[in-house]
């Protein structure tokens, strides 16, 4: 910015004759390189005092894993004759509380089986009560248990399809669901002509 500067002062003479520069060019710019000084020495500010805020989080966590595993050891000393509760004082457990590492995320894109376009179904899971509707023939369904997983798909004009799933922890399993329509022989409509009656 400085050199700039200097050579827009340096060279005003020339670069004002003919037009080169526009007679305000000079007080514009400067106007600019000083915005953008304001801008960048706060920029670097902020970058010299981000390590504080890293700093105060790891001691936070660092307090709150003290205090968990306190936790766990008066639970397990109290519970040192039931190994069923004693396991569930552990910071493994612990964890899972506060972030489920179980659960499974499936996704199924229903299609027409002979022209490949997607479709409007209903997306529902076997041994539950619950029913996803797709949007742009997708349909996502979160927090399943990581184990083989039936889901029933049935879409208006279309066979009603069965698919098993294989769902893992804290993985998102994707597959194509490929529809049958019920009819697949062309319909044609035959007219008789009528005599028209004077």
Not at 40 to 49: D, G, R
Not at 56 to 74: L, P
């Amino acid at each position: 910015m400085e050199c700039c500067k200097l050579y827009i002062s340096t060279n005003s003479a020339a670069l004002l004759a003919g037009d080169n520069m526009p007679a305000d060019f000079k007080d514009a710019f400067n106007a600019a390189a000083d915005a953008f000084n304001l801008k960048y020495a706060a920029f670097l500010a902020a970058e010299e005092t981000s390590w504080e805020g890293t700093d105060a989080k790891i001691a936070a966590n660092n307090d709150i894993y003290t205090q968990i595993i306190s936790i766990c050891e008066d639970g397990q000393a109290i519970f040192s004759d039931d190994d069923t509760v004693k396991k569930q004082f552990s910071f493994e457990r612990m964890s899972e509380l506060v972030s489920p590492m179980g659960s499974s995320t499936a996704i199924l894109t229903v299609v027409n089986k002979d022209t490949g376009t997607t479709l409007i179904a209903d997306v529902a899971v076997e041994g539950t009560d619950r029913t996803v509707g797709t949007v742009d023939g997708k349909a996502e369904i979160g927090q399943l248990a990581a184990k083989e997983t039936v889901f029933t798909i049935t879409a208006d004009g279309f066979k009603e399809a069965t698919v098993t799933m294989t769902l893992k922890k804290g993985v998102t399993s994707r597959m194509i669901v490929e529809m049958s329509p019920m009819f697949t022989d062309e319909v044609t409509v035959e007219s008789e002509d009528v005599d028209a009656v004077a």
